[in-house]
């Protein structure tokens, strides 16, 4: 049997991160991988993460199962910090899931066992693992122009010419915040339009939320989401605790399905349940609790939120900082979508031979289609990576 597997192809992350490992220069750089960093470049466990860790060892009596749906003070927690009050809480179903991952690829069985026909349309470009789940699947996806590679902002003509295909029943995968790769982001009047024009093509939106909090703030980054929410009749929210909360390898996520239609909401439960018992029965908890215990304590929650927020500003400063060192360097403004971008990610706008001259020639990782993390840099690491980049002719 096991003659008859094909080779599949390799992340290119993950290759991009052992190649980093390998490199024995002293000076180099890593801006591939999609993990928060601090100045000394570790990825911390936030202060109020590790309280509530001291306190769950010291209370916890059992590791016995939790629910289908995993604990429901969790899904009480983050449908709040997500949604705030945008919905009525009798109106979304919730399931916790192996984190941001785990619920991105439950929404898209969820979909196809409701309408097996459903398109799923993706914005050029994604996150590559979009693409690659629904391959997997077997699910038709088809992308929408989203990002200007000249004026590295949102293509939101193209964007909305190219949902004018979508038809009734059709997905649209949107991007709550900290659009990835390219840091470009809809704003308000955007997301107002995408919405008009879902309810024309009477289409559903999914929206994939894994970096609440560290654009604009908790709840300016779930403005879009929340006016989906609001206005769509149906719509599918995942959403991710990895990066906010600091917790990747506890991996905890949530799936949420909200319905204006209330007594739509124990089928839509049910649907949710069931599909957790068949991809991995119980959901993993330990994450969960601390997001629940952290978000449910004032003390905690408050710490957490000031922590986040030293983590946002931190990347506007270096992205500031990036983007006035290639001002000086190059006597050129081009560079200035650096510091109107948000969250971890941007896309440089490099070819991928100059993302390979940077790499050769000068110690720095990031993915060939030029996305940087914005979070691998310091304040020592800032110039060096300015430097590279006009000498490499971007």
């Not at 991995?280 to 978000?295: E, I, K, Q, W, Y």
Request: proline share 4%.
């Amino acid at each position: 049997m096991f003659e008859n597997l094909k080779e599949q192809p390799a992340d290119k992350i993950l290759a991009l991160m052992q190649a980093y490992r390998e490199d024995d220069r002293e000076q180099k750089i890593d801006l591939g991988v999609g993990v928060y960093k601090d100045a000394s470049g570790n990825t911390p466990i936030m202060r109020a993460i590790k309280a509530a860790e001291k306190q769950l060892w010291e209370a916890e009596t059992t590791k016995a199962y939790t629910g289908l749906a995993g604990d429901p003070g969790f899904a009480d927690a983050m449908v709040k910090l997500v949604l705030g009050d945008a919905v009525p809480r009798e109106t979304v179903a919730a399931a916790a899931t192996p984190g941001g991952t785990g619920a991105v690829r439950q929404a898209f069985d969820l979909i196809r066992m409701a309408n097996p026909k459903a398109r799923v349309f993706v914005s050029d470009p994604t996150w590559p693992n979009h693409l690659s789940i629904l391959k997997h699947m077997g699910i038709e996806f088809i992308s929408y122009r989203y990002f200007d590679n000249e004026t590295r902002s949102v293509d939101f003509a193209g964007m909305i010419a190219d949902l004018h295909q979508v038809m009734p029943g059709d997905v649209v995968l949107l991007h709550g915040c900290c659009h990835n790769p390219t840091g470009a982001n809809l704003n308000i009047p955007q997301w107002k339009a995408v919405i008009e024009l879902l309810l024309e093509r009477e289409a559903v939106p999914m929206i994939d939320i894994a970096y609440q909090g560290f654009g604009d703030g908790l709840d300016a980054d779930a403005e879009g989401v929340r006016m989906v929410a609001e206005k769509m009749p149906e719509v599918l929210i995942a959403a991710s605790c990895s990066k906010n909360f600091g917790i990747y390898r506890e991996r905890t996520g949530l799936l949420m399905a909200v319905s204006k239609d209330a007594g739509q909401r124990k089928l839509n439960q049910d649907s949710l349940n069931y599909l957790n018992r068949q991809n991995f029965s119980f959901p993993p908890d330990h994450g969960a609790r601390l997001v629940t215990m952290v978000l449910t304590d004032e003390e905690l929650r408050a710490d957490w939120a000031a922590e986040l927020e030293e983590v946002r500003n931190s990347m506007l400063g270096l992205r500031e900082q990036l983007a006035s060192e290639l001002q000086r360097l190059s006597g050129s403004d081009r560079f200035g979508f650096l510091a109107q971008h948000r969250g971890m990610f941007s896309r440089l706008g490099a070819t991928p031979e100059q993302v390979e001259t940077l790499r050769r020639d000068h110690g720095i990782y990031m993915v060939g289609d030029s996305r940087l993390n914005i979070a691998g840099l310091n304040k020592t690491s800032v110039p060096i990576l300015a430097e590279a980049i006009v000498k490499s002719g971007i």
